[in-house]
T-cell receptor
Framework: DGGITQSPKYLFRKEGQNVTLSCEQN?????MYWYRQDPGQGLRLIYY???????QKGDIAEGYSVSREKKESFPLTVTSAQKNPTAFYLC?????????????FGPGTRLTVL | KNEVEQSPQNLTAQEGEFITINCSYS?????LHWLQQHPGGGIVSLFM???GKKKHGRLIATINIQEKHSSLHITASHPRDSAVYIC????????FGKGTKLSVKP
């Protein structure tokens, strides 16, 4: 059963704490992405990775960090430097990064900062 | 900057109605994607278009590259079609519209 999993579904954190969101895929995809979704706005790209051990900043990378040590995994850390971290976070993967590659999305993690 | 605009933002329809959601954009693209986001948040890809028209079941997507416009049509709408429909431009990475929230009443 191929797909993308994100955990947890809901996450609460206290202000000032770092938190790591998990994203795992078994589609054998090279490329992985993290997006943030806020009410009334389109998805915005945080970070993406085209290959293991390499990643690039997206449009809103400040306050976030990622790693890509394994092809299957692309965890996102929301640091205390992120000013407004409460949002819905979506992970995606694709077989490549050309314009014609379909992206497959995980179910998302809703992060709430208390 | 609003490179991609969707209309309408919200749409309520009665079951069985024909539905059209529009997407206009202002930049050159290689392809355009239509995505569906369910109430729980999960997103699935419906279509990828670089020209012409595609059909899958009751869903039809069209694109006019010269006019920088795409439409998503749903024929014989059903309450299970209720979701947010998102247009995304592809230049490599995706540029997402804000989405159209569709509610189909029985």
């Amino acid at each position: 059963d191929g797909g993308i999993t994100q955990s947890p579904k809901y996450l609460f954190r206290k202000e000032g704490q770092n938190v790591t969101l998990s994203c795992e895929q078994n589609l054998n995809h090279d490329a992985m992405y993290w997006y943030r979704q806020d009410p009334g706005q389109g998805l915005r790209l945080i970070y993406y990775s085209q290959i293991v051990n390499d990643f690039q900043k997206g449009d809103i990378a400040e306050g976030y960090s990622v790693s890509r040590e394994k092809k299957e995994s692309f965890p996102l850390t929301v640091t205390s430097a992120q000013k407004n971290p409460t949002a819905f976070y979506l992970c995606a993967s694709s077989s490549g990064t050309s314009a014609y590659n379909e992206q497959f999305f995980g179910p998302g993690t809703r992060l709430t900062v208390l | 900057k609003n490179e991609v605009e969707q209309s309408p933002q919200n749409l309520t329809a009665q079951e069985g109605e024909f539905i059209t959601i529009n997407c206009s954009y202002s930049v050159g693209i290689s392809a355009l994607h239509w995505l569906q986001q369910h109430p729980g948040g999960g997103i699935v890809s419906l279509f990828m278009l670089s020209s012409g028209k595609k059909k899958h079941g009751r869903l039809i997507a069209t694109i006019n590259i010269q006019e920088k416009h795409s439409s998503l049509h749903i024929t014989a709408s059903h309450p299970r079609d209720s979701a947010v429909y998102i247009c995304a431009l592809s230049q490599g990475n995706l540029i997402f519209g804000k989405g159209t929230k569709l509610s189909v009443k029985p």
